[in-house]
């Protein structure tokens, strides 16, 4: 018989899962492209529910605290390259995003919750966003559900799910990330991963535009990075 103490836990996690969820469909439906591109991260940093590993079942290997990995995204054909920077002692990531023969797109995430999205283009073109949730933490696949080995890009790869938003792949020799898929049948393509690389300070600051309130900040169409904006639909 389960217990009152871990009935009541129980419950209120169920509840706290309602609630993301909620939040969560509100989002999609009613939101532009910058709005869209929080859910990832807010679901993930605020949810509460884990799941104890099974004895003997892998667990997902912690992201290292910085690495340099480029991806290939593909959603419904519609493809993109990111340079991912991922710092975690010093609170910040940043996805350089390519479209395919498009926009060149700067997606710079700070651990106390502010974003910003810009061009350095002549255009000039920038946006923000404030969150009450950083950038995700290194162990941010804790409680994932294992699903077994797959190949995949042609990686032996063991398989877990993370809250039906989320399914990692990471190859069973080298626990190096290869692909991830999310619930809209967004793909990520892991290209190369460098643990430890370091992009330069200077590389990291916000062009003096985006604090111009004059900038036409609305008009920049958001892409999707891979950490905040893993589950926003493409440009």
Not at 120 to 136: P, R, T
Not at 168 to 197: C, I, L, N, Q, S
């Amino acid at each position: 018989m389960i217990s009152a103490t871990r009935w009541q836990t129980e419950a209120a996690a169920a509840k706290h899962l309602q609630q993301m969820a909620f939040l969560a469909a509100k989002l999609i439906s009613t939101a532009t492209a910058s709005s869209c591109l929080c859910i990832f991260l807010i679901f993930f940093s605020l949810s509460s529910l884990t799941r104890s590993s099974t004895e003997g079942e892998p667990t997902p290997t912690p992201w290292p605290h910085q690495f340099h990995a480029i991806l290939f995204m593909n959603y419904s054909g519609i493809l993109q390259k990111i340079d991912l920077w991922y710092d975690w002692p010093n609170g910040r990531n940043f996805n350089i995003i390519q479209h395919q023969l498009g926009k060149l797109l700067y997606d710079l995430e700070w651990n106390n919750g502010t974003t910003f999205f810009y061009t350095l283009d002549f255009n000039k073109e920038c946006s923000s966003a404030q969150l009450e949730v950083g950038i995700l933490r290194p162990n941010w696949l804790d409680g994932a559900t294992y699903l077994g080995q797959k190949h995949v890009d042609g990686f032996l790869c063991n398989v877990w799910q993370k809250v039906d938003f989320v399914w990692y792949y990471e190859d069973v020799v080298t626990k190096r990330p290869v692909h991830w898929v999310f619930y809209t049948g967004r793909e990520a393509h892991v290209m190369t991963f460098e643990v430890g690389a370091a992009l330069e300070d200077a590389e990291w600051q916000v062009p003096a535009y985006c604090f111009d309130k004059n900038t036409n900040a609305d008009e920049l169409a958001i892409a999707d990075g891979v950490l905040r904006g893993s589950m926003a639909l493409s440009m």
